[in-house]
């Protein structure tokens, strides 16, 4: 069996977009499970109401917004409690999965590739690109201290922000794929962070998918840096792929441009410096 876990904010109708495409279209046994990260609408009564009845899927709800990491590690944690199964896919609300045999594919990847973790492809419905791998490297500790002094100069002169938008032109961040073909299967390369399949050997070895210190942002390449340090296996796999559509849930909280970017801002600098904090512990 196969248990999708898919964070939930807000966005009621995305949502349901997301989980009716896994339901329709993917073939093999499953469960599905929607963690709503404590939305400040109606949308977890939704939930409840609209899958009521339904045997494949549970709706769990967080006493308060866990963030990305501890949002998905709750589902995780609830699922490894309740469930058996070999593979646990972690995914984004704001994705479609088209593809029939998308779990058959995976267990022939396993069978054939033992892995950790795997990568699909990710193809991106708003800048029409192929978003995996995420990038050609992970961050050395330099890059990542160079980062947090940018970002902390961001948010203290949050109110010149859009005034000091040349300051992106000089942070150094690792390259990040952005491609019109889907490409060749890599291995050991950071992954997009919307989309993980985590394997029965992760999941044996592992309580959380992520690393919780963390509320949004840098999940992806923390989870590349411990990846590495415990020999696993990271692959990126596309001959199975999900649509992307993007940003909806913090869209939907932050319409204005400004209070989203100080949002995304203050997050990046808080989970920089608790990944800084990581890999200098790992270099004593």
Same mark, same amino acid.
């Not at 390259?175 to 390369?189: A, C, F, T, Y």
């Given at each position: ?7 939930? $904010? ?8 997301? +989980? ?11 469960? #599905?499970?929607i ?14 109401? $609209? ?80 978003q ?6 992970? =961050? ?26 040349? #300051?992106?032109?000089?942070i150094?961040?690792?390259? #990040?794929?952005?491609n019109d ?14 989309? $993980? ?37 990271? #692959? ?11 940003? +909806? ?19 990046? =600098? ?11 512990? =790992?270099?004593?």
């Amino acid at each position: 069996m196969v248990c999708f876990i898919i964070l939930h $904010y807000n966005v009621f109708e995305e949502t349901i977009k997301c +989980v009716d495409s896994i339901l329709k279209n993917v073939e093999g046994d499953k469960k #599905i499970i929607i963690v709503d990260n404590c939305s400040k609408n109606d949308s977890y009564i939704q939930l409840l109401e $609209y899958y009521n009845g339904n045997t494949v899927v549970d709706v769990l709800k967080t006493e308060s917004n866990l963030g990305f990491a501890n949002g998905n590690n709750f589902g995780y944690h609830y699922a490894k409690d309740k469930y058996e199964f070999d593979f646990c896919i972690v995914m984004n609300n704001d994705m479609e999965i088209l593809q029939k045999d998308f779990i058959k594919k995976i267990y022939e990847k396993y069978s054939n590739e033992k892995f950790d973790i795997l990568g699909p492809d990710i193809y991106s419905t708003k800048v029409k690109k192929h978003q995996n791998p995420q990038a050609t490297k992970n =961050y050395t500790l330099k890059e990542l201290k160079r980062f947090r002094a940018i970002l902390f100069l961001r948010n203290k002169f949050k109110h010149l922000f859009f005034y000091l938008s040349y #300051i992106k032109k000089i942070i150094k961040k690792p390259k #990040i794929s952005g491609n019109d073909q889907k490409g060749e299967e890599i291995v050991g390369l950071p992954l997009h962070g919307s989309c $993980y399949v985590f394997s029965k050997d992760f999941i044996k070895k592992h309580n959380k998918c992520f690393y919780d210190k963390t509320f949004m942002y840098q999940e992806s390449y923390i989870l590349h840096f411990l990846t590495m340090k415990n020999n696993e296996k990271m #692959i990126y796999f596309p001959e199975v792929q999900v649509l992307h559509h993007e940003d +909806v849930s913090t869209d939907s909280v932050y319409a204005k441009k400004y209070s989203k970017y100080i949002f995304i801002n203050k997050c990046l =600098y808080d989970s920089t410096k608790v990944f800084i904090k990581l890999m200098q512990k =790992y270099r004593k």
